[in-house]
């Protein structure tokens, strides 16, 4: 705790039922926490923010350029959580070419651009920090259903080493957090009494995640004890991605996000 006392955390995203866990930890750890949101999910983002006492900044993701500027004039921070949002759970042979350009839009894309401006800021603060991408265990392997959500985020893994790279000489770490089961909005249709059984049996440590399991990682990443890792991709799933292809995948009803 000591490491990330007094400190800020800039989360931006539009899967704000992740943003809104790991944001609660972290100010519970002391934080100080800005919300970065569209102005459409203002409203939700602002349900967030209150008990936290955070600061909210509306964010244009299409825009590169404005979203420079907007992040740019924030103000100091010392790590930046950068949270994908878009999920449908459809085959591959049943993927449609509006899910591909919607996964790769919300996700790839508009991450892309959140990762470069939050870059420039740390670089332009001259103080180091952190950058935290959170991406998922369905992009380091083959789940059922999960193709196209799973490539748009296996493609995110690819700018955040080379961001790794360039922002390294600044003091600067990037890494990727691969989250895996969690009492998520993306997760409700898959959660019932049988089905979570189901999945606890999967996971070594014999239960889902919770948002403080990733919120330790956040700090860990941003605290000087890790300030040699950067470029790296690390699987906080209490070990389901080593043995889960042996259990059977738990039955969902249809759900988009």
Request: hydrophobic share 50%.
């Amino acid at each position: 705790m000591v490491y990330v006392k007094n400190k800020t955390a800039l989360l931006i995203g539009k899967s704000l039922s992740t943003v809104a866990g790991v944001a609660g930890e972290l100010h519970a750890a002391g934080m100080k926490i800005i919300l970065g949101h569209t102005a459409a999910d203002t409203k939700a983002a602002l349900q967030i923010a209150a008990p936290l006492n955070a600061q909210m900044v509306v964010l244009t993701f299409d825009d590169p350029m404005m979203l420079d500027a907007e992040l740019g004039a924030i103000g100091q921070v010392d790590m930046v959580i950068i949270a994908p949002g878009w999920f449908k759970a459809v085959s591959f042979l049943d993927s449609t070419p509006a899910d591909w350009d919607a996964a790769l839009h919300d996700n790839f894309e508009a991450s892309v651009y959140t990762l470069r401006a939050a870059g420039k800021l740390l670089q332009m603060q001259e103080r180091g920090g952190s950058i935290l991408v959170l991406s998922s265990v369905a992009a380091l392997s083959a789940h059922a259903d999960l193709s196209v959500v799973a490539t748009s985020l296996a493609a995110l893994h690819v700018p955040a080493r080379l961001a790794a790279v360039e922002l390294a000489p600044h003091g600067v770490t990037v890494n990727v957090v691969a989250m895996g089961w969690l009492p998520d909005t993306w997760s409700a249709d898959y959660l019932n009494a049988d089905s979570q059984t189901l999945i606890e049996q999967a996971v070594p440590m014999q239960r889902l995640g919770r948002f403080a399991d990733i919120a330790s990682v956040c700090r860990l990443l941003a605290s000087p004890d890790a300030r040699y890792l950067t470029g790296a991709v690390l699987a906080v799933d209490g070990g389901y991605t080593l043995h889960k292809a042996s259990t059977p995948a738990p039955s969902r009803k249809p759900s988009v996000i």
